[in-house]
């Protein structure tokens, strides 16, 4: 019985590397997107290799929209730019390049969209006309509780 934690902890880590492979081998797609991670409306390029060096032409397709990919007087390199639309959601978005005869490779680039800076309106700072009520109920249920529970451990302690 004392192999048992020993046997599990073997087990997790195999398969911790076994997960891994898949992944590394979709690293090695010959599909290089620059950057990884953009903004909406910001411009992305990609390059591959993998269309071979008699090729001139590609086609691609990310978030829907379609580019082309030619020659960039490199044997065998094809580059294309498109551009990820303002009303991309954030997260991963798929990007599949397609070039004669049969070939198409995927992978992703990932979106991220500008996180909001500044304050929160949260109710407090000057107040339009008609707009502190709330305000203004929520602290006088506040003080009314405030002084029940003050009222009654007060009670409390004078009996005793």
Known sequence: MRYVPV???????LCALALQG????????ELRISPRNGAPGSTVTVSTTACGSDVTYGKGTAGGDEFHLFDDNHTGVLTGHFRIPGDAASGDHDVVVKCPPSIKITDTVAVERSRPTGGVHAGFGPAAVG??????????VLAVTA??????????????
């Open 7 to 13: 046997g599990a902890g073997i087990g997790l880590a």
């Open 22 to 29: 898949p992944a590394a081998a979709a690293d090695d797609s």
């Open 131 to 140: 707009e502190n009520k709330p305000t203004l109920l929520g602290g006088a």
């Open 147 to 160: 002084g029940g529970v003050l009222l009654m451990r007060r009670h409390r302690s004078v009996r005793r």
